[in-house]
C-alpha cells in the first residue's frame, strides 16, 4: 500500500519516526513535507498536497499531523473524495474506516505520545470499509455533498 504523509512544524518531529515505522512494515511512503523544521510553516502547505495526491489515487491512504490535528482535519476534508478525521484512540481508528471508509488519518502530535500514535496507525492502516450498505447510503450523501460545491 502507498501511504503519504504530512505534517507542519507541530509535527514535524513525529512525521519522522512514523515514516521509519511505515518502511519497516513494508508501506511505500510518500512525503509531502515539511522537509525541515520551520516554526514558521503552515499546515496546508503540506496536508492540502496529500489530500490531492488521496483523492486522484496517488496514494490510497494518507496520515496528516499538526499540533493538535485539528487544522490538518479541517484542510485534508477541504479536499473532495477526502474522508479526514481526527483520530486519538484505536476504536476510532479502525471503526472510521470500516464505517466511513476514512482514507485520511489526522493527529495531535502534542496530543499524544509516539508509541500511542504507531499504535492508532497501525490499526487505521490494517482496517478495511465493511461496505455495509447503510454505509454506503450515508457516503453517497457527502458525495452529493461534494460535487454541489464543485
Ligand atoms: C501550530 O502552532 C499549530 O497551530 C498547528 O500545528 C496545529 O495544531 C493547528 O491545528
Not at 11 to 21: D, H, P, S, Y
Not at 29 to 39: C, I, L, N, Q, R
Request: aromatic share 8%; charged share 25%; with cysteine.
Amino acid at each position: 500500500m502507498r501511504v503519504g504523509i504530512a505534517a507542519d512544524h507541530g509535527g514535524f518531529v513525529l512525521k519522522g519516526e512514523i515514516a521509519e515505522f511505515l518502511r519497516s512494515k513494508g508501506y511505500e511512503v510518500e512525503d509531502f513535507g515539511a522537509y525541515h523544521m520551520d516554526s514558521a510553516d503552515d499546515y496546508p502547505d503540506f496536508v492540502i498536497p496529500l489530500a490531492r495526491a488521496i483523492a486522484s489515487g496517488i496514494v490510497e491512504r494518507g496520515v496528516a499531523l499538526c499540533g493538535s490535528g485539528v487544522g490538518a482535519s479541517v484542510a485534508a476534508n477541504k479536499v473532495p473524495g477526502v474522508r479526514a478525521g481526527l483520530i486519538h484512540d484505536v476504536f476510532s481508528a479502525h471503526q472510521g474506516v470500516e464505517d466511513d471508509d476514512m482514507n485520511v488519518f489526522c493527529l495531535g502530535a502534542r496530543v499524544i505520545g509516539p508509541a500511542l500514535a504507531l499504535e492508532l496507525i497501525n490499526t487505521f492502516l490494517a482496517a478495511k470499509f465493511s461496505g455495509a450498505v447503510r454505509h454506503k447510503r450515508r457516503l453517497a450523501k457527502l458525495h452529493v455533498l461534494e460535487n454541489e460545491h464543485n
